[in-house]
């Protein structure tokens, strides 16, 4: 299967002014690293689409793959491999031949933010990345954002309030409850970074729990 990168920034974008100023700052700090908007991984006909926050500096600002080079990966794709949605073995490169499986990964901000924060400015301006995304996913039947600002980028995608769609772990919500015409599946996880695993505010277990629940509802 195909593996397509697109509807991503300009590896020059300069829609957000700290974000572009960031990542000169890293180019002449870290001129290995990719330092450039990071594009999806994973196949335009895949029916799901994992929306994680945005690059992490030493991960995926590094190898130019989404969470890939940092703790969150070892998780995500862990989980993936788990439940069949990767085949191969993840081995913290864009090289080590990982080939996705009905799925797609892609960021809320394309961009690596310092401190892995991010303004509300600067979701909004790679919203039309996110919308182009999924308008671009003639399969898609279910999205998974890790963390609240993943979730509240992907109901402003589709023009949803942030208020009607409360952010829970493990929740599942059926957006045509919310937009007559929306048939897909919306699920939320905690994000799978080292913070929230440390702190066990995220389990392993609970992780695992949000794709069991997730392959449940669609019979997969």
Not at 83 to 112: E, F, M, Q, W
Not at 119 to 129: D, H, L, N, Q, R
Request: proline fraction near 4%.
């Amino acid at each position: 299967m195909k593996q397509n990168n697109f509807h991503v920034p300009h590896k020059d974008c300069s829609l957000c002014e700290r974000l572009e100023q960031f990542r000169i700052e890293n180019i002449n700090k870290y001129p290995d690293f990719a330092n450039a908007p990071v594009s999806s991984f994973g196949g335009a006909d895949a029916w799901l689409l994992i929306v994680g926050l945005a690059p992490g500096l030493k991960g995926a600002n590094r190898t130019g793959r989404p969470f890939t080079g940092d703790y969150a990966g070892d998780l995500l794709y862990k989980a993936l491999l788990k439940y069949g949605l990767a085949n191969g073995t993840y081995k913290a490169s864009p090289d080590d031949g990982l080939v996705l499986k009905g799925c797609r990964i892609t960021n809320a901000v394309r961009c690596v933010p310092p401190q892995n924060k991010v303004t509300g400015s600067e979701v909004s301006a790679c919203g039309a990345f996110l919308v182009n995304e999924i308008q671009s996913m003639p399969n898609l039947k279910a999205i998974l954002a890790l963390g609240t600002v993943a979730h509240g980028a992907v109901l402003s995608a589709f023009g949803i309030k942030k208020s009607a769609v409360k952010f829970g772990h493990g929740a599942i919500h059926q957006l045509s409850e919310y937009q007559a015409d929306n048939n897909l599946l919306f699920a939320d996880s905690y994000h799978c970074s080292r913070y929230n695993t440390s702190t066990k505010r995220l389990t392993e277990q609970m992780f695992f729990n949000v794709f069991e629940g997730l392959l449940e509802r669609l019979k997969i």
